[in-house]
């Protein structure tokens, strides 16, 4: 693995699902999702299919290395197009599986990602989390932590999703500073997953800052995200709405992109935008049917951060 992938991978896991649609089970805390339209049951599938099928078209043709696995809803797993909750991957070989606070997004835990990834890649050891669901402890990877894989920080907004002893136990195996904080929206609401609020790149950071509560825990992150010398670009409460902080940097033979929803690009600043692209290309990806359940980009791609065999 390379210096310029360290925090931005080249590979990913996406998953096409078959049976989409937004989980009643997961809306009580998510204030992102959205009732789905007057569409068929079988539209919305379809549209998400096929929004799914395009975004990994696109980030192929950028040069991104794309893992795409079905879901045929042999299982009930709604939100299945969200696979970055329930695996992550770390430099050295080092897989993680998490325990999720919804049974129904249990159910989405595959062992052929698994095997797939330790066949292309170089995996040392796989550390499995999920039964602390039995204790009721739960932390959702990649959603509910923001990682700094380059200062080594676990940015992570408090919630039912993120439970403390977890994200300690995660941290102190992987190597992480747990950075945890209490976050509010505009209505009160906490917010569900950290990776709605915050992008951390190689050479910027996407951050909504108004939604962390504590003052002074906002300005010692503003500072540990800035003192690498990265660009901190702060984002407004409009512009978390429409997903601009789930983003996710990728690496390419051609330089790094940020893979961003169209939604969440068309409400970036020209002065943000200029930002971004001094070290990454902005590539935005139309899902507005997936981001009906309340996630987008980030949360649709599982970051492989792990050295390829061949």
Known sequence: MTLQHIQAPGAVVMIRPHRFHSNPETATDNAFQRSEDDSSPATIARQAFEEVSAAASRLEAEGVRVHIFEDR?????????FPNNWFSTHQGGHVAIFPMHSPSRRRERRSDIIEMLKAEYRVQDVIDYSSLEYDNLFLEGTGAMVLDHIARIAYTAK???????????????FNFEPMAFATADKNGNSIYHTNVMMCIATEFALVGFD????YARREEIRRRIAEVGRDVIELSHYQIEEFAGNAMELSTSNGRILAISARAAASLSDEQKAIIEKSAKLVPLVVPTIELAGGSIRCMLAGIHLAARY
Not at 159 to 171: K, M
Request: with cysteine; charged share 30%.
């Open 73 to 81: 809803g042999i299982k009930d797993t709604p939100d299945s197009v």
């Open 159 to 173: 919630s039912n999703r993120a439970d403390a002893i977890a994200l300690e136990r995660f941290c102190t195996h």
């Open 211 to 214: 939604i962390i509560r504590d």
